[in-house]
């Protein structure tokens, strides 16, 4: 069969890399891709929300599996176009996409169906969001309700840090459109973690566990990113805990949105906080985490081509999910002055041998070839995912990989995995 995947970042990267190797694929397609899956795919110079030329593609090149890895052309509605021609396509539809394309869609949802999250209230107008964080204290968390590429998030320790959050994301529009609408959420107390799983409309099948690291420097300091690392299994999240997390949130969230008219189909992200009364919901998103799948798919065994079929099919309860007896570790190298300004262009060495470690992989994503050069082209540029008997041991791989890898500007944080390993 032909397969085809939508973006081009790491999470992209990973997901051809998997793809790939499952017997019943012959060819492999990823638009618009980056230097790393020209490896592994055929590169289409298509953009990830272009949804019509990418229909048209898709149809005249008989693509057999489409599978949309951002979030943007989900919410575009390419999964919808994609049916609409015949075309088999591994995603929610644009309104179930909605879970992550409007927060306050998200958190109202929540509250109707009892999905236990944190109490919210959400806001247009600057003033009156002012007055509620003089009245409520801080901390608390500020939100812009549209996609930010996992930036729109601020967590204010204080009410001068909350009051500067809505001039940011109200009166500056630092997010765009995106920042239209204001949540502010009270503040959990806990340890995070992110629980994919697979959902048909009905059925849930869950993933391995992993953490993410947002913040942009060590101590889990600076700004939010995209995700700066990830780490499976995670230690916290007890067999117990996971249990309710499908039980309270996964089952019930997947029946809401049938309830609501939006089966959803697709990878459920659910990005967790394991507080003293519980699991509560920080954020749904409607797609594999990045950096999350690169940390989990080395680890799945089971062919992604068999669990896709299945979840298009509403058949997720006849399969089961196997899983390797390794941990993993991504750390993500960036661009030096990301999440802010930084500077693209600049010749990346030592790829070769940092991919040719031992259970060692190397996932791009902002990247390009000029000549027979691999060089810079984004904020976070590269994720290094190493397998171990236990955390330790894929950190300590990981990290010499890391090592070996140089570029103009290169940072990355040196403590991914330090809540598991803490001890």
Sequence with gaps: MKVLVVGAGGREHALVWKLAQSPRVKKVYCAPGNAGTAELAENVPIGATDVATLTEWAAAHDIDLTVVGPEAPLTAGLVDAFRARGLSAYGPTRKAAAIEGSKVFSKNLMHKYGIPTAEYRVFTDAEEARRYVRAKGAPLVLKAEGLAAGKGVIVAPTEEEALDAIHTILEEQAFGAAGERLIIEEYLEGEEVTVLAFADGEHVLMLAPSQDHKRAFDGDRGPNTGGMGAYSPVPALTPDTACRVEAEILRPTVAALAAEGSPYRGVLYAGLMLTAAGPKVLEFNARFGDPEAQAVLPRLATDLVEVAEATLAGRLDRISLAWRPAAALA?????????????????????????????????YA???????????????????????????????????????IRFSGRRFRRDIGWRALRS
Excluded at 334 to 362: M, R, W
Excluded at 386 to 399: M, N, T
């Design 331 to 363: 750390v993500v190298l960036a661009s030096g002055g990301y999440p802010g300004h930084y500077e693209t262009g600049f010749p990346i060495q030592g790829l070769k041998e940092a991919a040719a470690q031992p259970d060692t992989l190397v996932f």
């Design 366 to 404: 902002g990247t390009r070839r000029e000549g027979n050069q691999v060089v810079t082209a984004g904020g976070r540029v590269l994720a290094v995912t190493a397998l171990g008997s236990d955390l330790k041991a894929a950190r300590e791989r990981a990290y010499q990989a890391v090592e070996m």
